[in-house]
Every structure is written in C-alpha cells, then in structure tokens.
C-alpha cells in the first residue's frame, strides 16, 4: 500500500467511526453498518498477446503472462478469519470480449443445480460482478457452479433502492467451460479443485448503447464472490451441515475486495479494474487507485447521512452545515453542494481543486461532474 492510500485510509477510517457512531446515535436505518474504511482492491487487465480459446484451461500464452488477482478474504476484510481454500482468478481483453480464468481449490466438489436462473449461491460458487460506468447502478451479474450451471442478472439499481433483479434478462454470447480435476458429488476421493473459463462480449455489458468498448486506460468498477457451504458426505450424496435446529450452518463469502458488509449488492464498495495494453513490466502490471476513489467515499457519506435525515425531519437537508460533519475533511465540506426539491436531492462532492467532482443523487446514483449551482 503506497503511503498516499495509508493517508487516505486514516482519513477515511475516521469518517467510517464518526458516520457509524452518528448512525447508532440517532435511528435505526438500513443504511447503518456500512463501513466507509474499506480500501478497495485493483487490477490491472492487461490486453491479450494471442487468441483465448475458452476451454477451462489457461494454457494461451497470455494467460501464463496477465497478473492474478490479490487472494480472496472473507466479505468482512482482513479482521475476519479468511479462506481455508485457494482462489485464483485472472483476467485479460480483446477488442470484443473480457476474458476471465479462475481456479478453485476445492477437495469435494459438488453441485445440484442443473437448470439455468436457479439460484446458483445455494450451490458452491463462484460469482462476478461488473458495473462498467461505475455509477452504482446497471450491473451485471453472473454465478457459476461447478456443474457449469448459470444464474446472470441485472440490476438497474441495487435492492437497498428497490432493485429489481432482472433474473429474465439473459447474457447471450456467454462463452464458459468449466473443468474439474477430480470428480463431481463422489465423497469417496479427494479432488484439487475446479476451473472456470469465460468469455464475455464486451456489447453485453454496455449500459447504454452508445457507451465504447473499453480500451487503455478505462476504468470499471467490479468484484468477486466465492461461496461455500460446509459439507459432508452421506449415502444419499453432499448435505450441507447444519445447527441444532436443524438449519444450514451459514454460507462462507470470499470475496476478492472486500465489501465489509455481507452483502455484495453495495457496488460503492467494489473494487477497480483498470484496462491496460499490454506491459511485460512489472509496475505497468500493478496500479494505485483511481484520483478520486476516497472522494467518492465522502459522497455516500453524504448520501447515507441524508438518508438518516429524510427519516427523522421528512425532507432532504439543504444545507451541508445542518449534517454531521463524519470525519470528512473540511476542505472538502467547505466545497460540497446540495440542491432538493420534494422528492429528490443532488449532492456534489469537489474533486480536488480542478473544478470536477461526484455528483450522488437520492437513489445513490454517482457520476463525474462539474459543480452543480448552489
């Protein structure tokens, strides 16, 4: 970590106290235990050096060159126990298509879900999330068992502002091919593991039409999720283990960026993917978060406080100097502004002093603007 996100982090982990201690002071909220202090993983997508053929193995070239993802951990970061099982995932481009290999350690593989839009996280599995304008909004999702089995989504806003999950919406041109090095739902052997290898076509996941395909220097907003039951073998095949009462021990989350909640459905706490062309270079195959990744922060602070405020006064504060100030920085307070009407908020956060900032609205919806008037 480079000593400008150490700062940031301080700065950030107050803000995360301060909203979190003002929360719980005030009023229950479905907005109360979202951290602030999380640090947001990245990657760099390195540009494909020869054709991908989706097989379920990485045996391209390409593949032996891209950097792998950091190691899964538990949703809830670092503080909690991380995973007793290996992932790998790697990802590289074309000008078409996102590319994806990932490797689970996994010593029983299993599944039961054959049919495509079954709930797929019921099953062990691996999961991914991508919101390429980053707005928080129009994502996509897609889980996969090791059967190969399906379930993709999408989502125009995310559940805590009313969703819906489009679980009709279907991802045509979808390639993947899972392979297992072991055997499938046979508790008599120890297996290694189970791979994943998916192409994407780049046209699937625009959230407008007019919105270019990736190219060097493009930023994406996006995670990984890894869920795994605890299992054992009994004549009738896996069963998952369950309590006194006879009910599932809670599923296992591992994430690649941590969310700090259990919940993979807040997008403001993924992580980041950067589009490169192709680098041998180690630095060029390692990058620092986006400017303005901690600003974004403020700004659904800023979102979440006005939340809290609607629920006690009924109205959306107006003036900045009415809310609690959180920990945020107060040259940055010093530069926020917020229009209301009725029904609706804007709220715009300064990016530095370049005259740019994030402009958050009432459903959470953010994107890069200048000023809004006073």
């Known amino acids: 970590m480079s000593g400008v996100q150490k700062i940031v982090g301080v700065l950030v982990g107050h803000l995360a106290l301060c909203l979190s201690l003002y929360i719980h002071a005030q009023t229950p909220c479905n907005h109360a235990s979202i951290p602030l202090d999380v640090v947001p993983a990245t990657y760099v997508c390195m540009h494909a050096v020869d054709p991908i053929v989706v097989d379920g193995q990485d045996k391209e070239r390409t593949w032996q060159l891209v950097p792998v993802c950091a190691e899964f951990q538990d949703i809830m970061g670092p503080t909690v126990e991380g995973p007793r099982f290996h992932t790998e995932v790697k990802m590289t481009w074309d000008e078409d298509h996102l590319y994806i290999y990932a490797?689970?350690?996994?010593?029983?593989?299993?599944?039961?879900?054959?049919n495509r839009d079954d709930i797929i996280w019921r099953d062990n599995d691996i999961e991914f999330f991508f919101d390429p304008d980053g707005d928080g909004q129009h994502y996509m999702e897609f889980e996969y068992n090791a059967l190969g089995t399906l379930l993709d989504l999408y989502l125009a806003k995310p559940y805590r502002e009313g969703g819906p999950m489009l679980i009709e919406w279907d991802a045509k041109g979808v390639e993947a091919e899972v392979v297992v090095y072991g055997s499938v739902n046979n508790g008599s052997d120890e297996d290694i593991g189970w791979c994943i290898e998916m192409a994407i076509p780049f046209g699937l996941l625009k959230t407008h039409k007019s919105q270019p395909?990736?190219?060097?220097?493009?930023?994406?907003?996006?995670?990984?999720?890894?869920?795994?039951?605890?299992?054992?073998?009994?004549?009738?095949?896996?069963?998952?283990?369950?309590?006194?009462?006879?009910?599932?021990?809670?599923?296992?989350?591992?994430?690649?960026?941590?969310?700090?909640?259990?919940?993979?459905?807040?997008?403001e706490q993924w992580g980041y993917m950067l589009f490169s062309k192709w680098s041998e270079s180690p630095d060029d195959q390692q990058c620092e978060l986006p400017m303005g990744w901690h600003e974004a922060k403020y700004a659904y602070a800023l979102y979440y406080?006005?939340?809290?405020?609607?629920a006690e006064h009924g109205v959306w504060c107006a003036d900045v100097k009415e809310l609690p100030q959180c920990g945020i920085p107060q040259s940055v307070?010093?530069?926020m502004r917020i229009s209301v009407t009725a029904s609706h908020f804007d709220a715009w956060v300064p990016i530095g002093e370049g005259g740019d900032g994030w402009l958050i609205d009432t459903q959470g919806r953010i994107i890069r603007k200048a000023a809004i008037n006073e």
């Open 103 to 114: 490797f689970l350690e996994e010593p029983h593989v299993w599944g039961s879900l054959e």
């Open 305 to 310: 406080i006005q939340k809290i405020y609607f």
């Open 333 to 335: 307070l010093d530069g």
């Open 213 to 267: 395909n990736p190219g060097d220097g493009t930023w994406w907003r996006m995670n990984m999720s890894r869920v795994q039951w605890d299992t054992q073998w009994t004549a009738g095949g896996y069963v998952k283990q369950t309590n006194a009462e006879g009910q599932p021990l809670p599923e296992h989350n591992w994430v690649w960026s941590p969310q700090g909640i259990v919940n993979m459905h807040y997008p």
